[in-house]
């Protein structure tokens, strides 16, 4: 199925696609129907993958480091090495914050942090996160040699090399 659909989709656990109408209320899971039948919630304990196309907006159940509950995540950019997005907001009375934390996976939906708008990230330093990262491109001499002679770790940069990673094309 091509990221530029123009319709709405689910994919079940099982591996079927379901064209269908995704709506996400205020309150709660996102939800589909078909055919005008009944609204159905969006759960990774039965969809693997959705897809709301007015949005453009992609997201798979994922499993977060050790964690034995998959959780919906954004995919920024997807390949053999898949990027992930979580913006969590916070409201404290007075002011709205938000966070942005990308997630990578290496061939699995399993996924660990990567890189956030925070000031931290708890479980590991920038150095172990880097280096994670610097792994995972290896295999690819020519990307791993970019990255680790531009010293960068911005998204942007992250970006272009899963970008160049997966499609062998690099991104402006």
């Known amino acids: 199925m091509a990221f530029a659909q123009k319709k709405d989709y689910v994919i079940t656990l099982k591996g079927d696609t379901i064209q269908c109408s995704i709506s996400k209320p205020l309150i709660g899971a996102p939800r589909y129907k ?19 196309a007015n949005k453009k907006l992609r997201c798979r159940a994922v499993y977060n480091g050790d964690t034995t509950k998959p959780e919906f995540m954004t995919v920024v950019e997807n390949g053999t090495v898949s990027l992930y997005e979580v913006v969590n907001t916070y409201y404290n009375g007075t002011v709205t914050t938000s966070t942005k934390n990308w997630y990578v996976g290496k061939g699995s939906n399993r996924v660990s942090e990567l890189k956030t708008s925070a000031l931290l990230f708890l479980d590991k330093s920038r150095k172990d996160r880097k280096d994670e990262f610097a792994n995972m491109l290896q295999d690819k001499h020519e990307i791993y040699d970019t990255y680790i002679k531009q010293k960068k770790f911005s998204f942007k940069q992250i970006q272009k090399l899963v970008h160049w990673y997966n499609t062998g094309e690099k991104m402006d």
């Open 34 to 52: 078909v055919n005008g039948g009944e609204n159905i919630a969006i759960h990774p304990d039965s969809i693997s993958e959705y897809y709301r």
